[in-house]
T-cell receptor, first 115, second 113 residues
Framework: NAGVMQNPRHLVRRRGQEARLRCSPMKGHSHVYWYRQLPEEGLKFMVYLQKENIIDESGMPKERFSAEFPKEGPSILRIQQVVRGDSAAYFC?????????????FGQGTRLTVV | GENVEQHPSTLSVQEGDSAVIKCTYSDSASNYFPWYKQELGKRPQLIIDIRSNVGEKKDQRIAVTLNKTAKHFSLHITETQPEDSAVYFCAASMGQAGTALIFGKGTTLSVSS
């Protein structure tokens, strides 16, 4: 059973470009979470999705950021018109049900660098 | 808003000593409290968790205690080893849907031999 898969592992974008980060949850998991980790900081919750639904996006910036988890395929975190401040590690986690009482499994992360 | 505070931010101990990390949370409805360990450049991995109907849980050298009244929980590592050196994050379930994990800012534990 493959773990949570994120790609790419490293992504370099110039200011103003778009970044697309992909996350394939563990088999059988229908709940996906995105977190952002800045250097020397903790994991900041961004968005929680189930298949075809955004459940909680309270941690996601209102502009330039969007997320989806389609019926088929991976979850996508999309950042439009990237700025230097978007440089961070973005982690995806999945769980078989909501994390009210179950473990969330993390992917290896995508390290985004904006130059 | 929903918040998890974690202390200390850094902790240095000698091999064999105990280490204690403490967290407080704001949402009294939180009912799941995991602890994750993250080594440099790697993914966070669950080391132990506790649910709100339990006050204490132990797994070999690691234990977690929960005080729901005071809204705080703690991680205890005994007989620390150099390979315990990492960043440790506490988390609590909360959020609009009550099921997102909100993390503390982490504790960098250094175990010297």
């Amino acid at each position: 059973n493959a773990g949570v898969m994120q790609n790419p592992r490293h992504l370099v974008r110039r200011r103003g470009q778009e970044a697309r980060l992909r996350c394939s949850p563990m088999k059988g998991h229908s709940h996906v979470y995105w977190y952002r980790q800045l250097p020397e900081e903790g994991l900041k919750f961004m968005v929680y999705l189930q298949k075809e639904n955004i459940i909680d996006e309270s941690g996601m910036p209102k502009e330039r950021f969007s997320a989806e988890f389609p019926k088929e395929g991976p979850s996508i975190l999309r950042i439009q018109q990237v700025v230097r401040g978007d440089s961070a590690a973005y982690f995806c986690a999945s769980s078989p049900s909501g994390t009210g009482d179950t473990e969330a499994f993390f992917g290896q992360g995508t390290r985004l660098t904006v130059v | 808003g929903e918040n998890v505070e974690q202390h200390p931010s850094t902790l240095s101990v000698q091999e064999g000593d105990s280490a204690v990390i403490k967290c407080t949370y704001s949402d009294s409805a939180s009912n799941y409290f995991p602890w994750y360990k993250q080594e440099l450049g790697k993914r966070p991995q669950l080391i132990i968790d506790i649910r709100s109907n339990v006050g204490e849980k132990k797994d070999q050298r690691i234990a977690v205690t929960l005080n729901k009244t005071a809204k705080h929980f703690s991680l205890h590592i005994t007989e620390t080893q150099p390979e315990d050196s990492a960043v440790y994050f506490c988390a609590a379930s909360m959020g609009q849907a009550g099921t997102a994990l909100i993390f503390g800012k982490g504790t960098t534990l250094s175990v010297s031999s």
